[in-house]
Structure formats: structure tokens, C-alpha cells
């Protein structure tokens, strides 16, 4: 029997959540290693060794190691991506096929609206959870209010693409749930703890599309561990 993946970070971190949630959608065995950030302990030389940029997360599985550019800049775009692509596409089963890679077509809508996830969504609404949540928190620095305010303006319009998407078809890249979907949960997870959560209420459809996202059980199980208040 092969040993667990192991996934290094800590449960709060979106990008480790991210991975975490793939892993229970699949039914893998894995195990999280806590890797402190707030207190350094991704500069360890242990933890550089998996990664040698000092960030989380970082994956193992077997001889296999693959680790993520994860920091607190709002402009990173984190590999935690194609981690959780690994785990999807080797635990792929004809239960559970969430790149949707056995149907080409299928598999080229869950690509292009989990690039709209990382070059659209991620950039608006990211902006509003570091500012509300993370910096104050994790740097003691107050809300940039203007900062929020644009970048709402700019989620607003991401929202009025997905809610037309969403008129046509249960979930974003069909009516079949996928990575695409999944993909926006630890962010947005988290946007609906800052006072800005009501935003969603002028998009039934894409209210409705997170509200059935919240209810699975893998992302019932992550988010219990992802607290809003500190």
C-alpha cells in the first residue's frame, strides 16, 4: 500500500485549501503536515528543501514533489493550480472526473473557465479578502477603503459574465460540476465573511451556483478548518 499524500501548508491558507478540497473530492488518502507561515516556518530549511521559494504549499506523493509560488502578493498567481490538477487527473475515475479530460469539448470549457477563475475572478475579488481580512490581520495594516471599493467595481462586472454563463447552464463550464467550479471556493469562501458578502445577492444565479458549491461535503469538511475571525 502507498504511503498518503502529503500536503505541507496550514488549513487556513487558500492555496493549501485549494489542494485539501481536490484531494477529499477524489477520496484520496492524505495527510496535512502544518507548516506555521505566520510564524516563519516556511523558511525552515526542512520546508526549502521541498520548496526552494519558501512558500506553501508543497505536495508529496511517493518520489514525486511539487510546490506552489504562494506569498501575500495580491498579483501572484499560485501553482497551487496545477497541484490540484495532479491529484484530479491521477485519482480520475469514472466516478469522479472533475478536468472532464475523457471528453475533449467538456475538458476545454472546465480550461477556459478555470482561466477566467485565475485571470478574472481571482484578480477582482482577492483584492477585497486581503484588504478586509489578511492584511489587517496578518500585517496590522487598516483597510485600503479604495482599494476595495475598485476592486468591487471590477468583481461586479466578473459577476455579470458568470450570472449571464449561468443562465444557460447549472454550472460554469456545463451542467456537470468540474474543477472550474471548484476552483473558486477558498477565495470566495472567505469574501463572504468580509462586510461586502451582500454583493452577491444581485446575481441569483451565481448566489444560487455558490450556495450548492457550500453544500458539498468536501468543502463543508476544508472550510470547517478556515476561520474568518482571529
Known sequence: MSPPVKVFGHAISTNVSRVLVCL?????????????????????PEH????????IPAMQDGDLVLFANTNLSITTFSESR?????????YKSSEVDLLRES??????????????????????????????IIFPVMRGVATNQRAVDESLEKLRAVLETYEARLSGSRYLAGDFFSFADLNHFPFT???MATPYASVF???????AWW?????RPSIKKISANMPTKF
Open 189 to 191: 469562501y472567505y469574501f
Open 103 to 132: 471528453n475533449i469539448s467538456e475538458a476545454a470549457l472546465v480550461d477556459v473557465w478555470t482561466e477566467v477563475e485565475a485571470h478574472q475572478y481571482y484578480p477582482a475579488i482577492s483584492p477585497i479578502v486581503y484588504e478586509c
Open 24 to 44: 477529499e473530492e477524489v477520496g484520496a488518502e492524505y495527510e496535512l503536515v502544518t507548516v506555521n507561515f505566520l510564524a516563519g516556518e516556511q523558511n525552515s
Open 82 to 90: 496545477a497541484i490540484a490538477k495532479y491529484i484530479l487527473r491521477k
Open 48 to 55: 526549502v528543501e521541498r520548496n526552494p521559494f519558501g512558500k
Open 201 to 207: 445577492d444581485a446575481y441569483p444565479r451565481v448566489k
Open 211 to 215: 450556495e450548492d458549491l457550500v453544500l
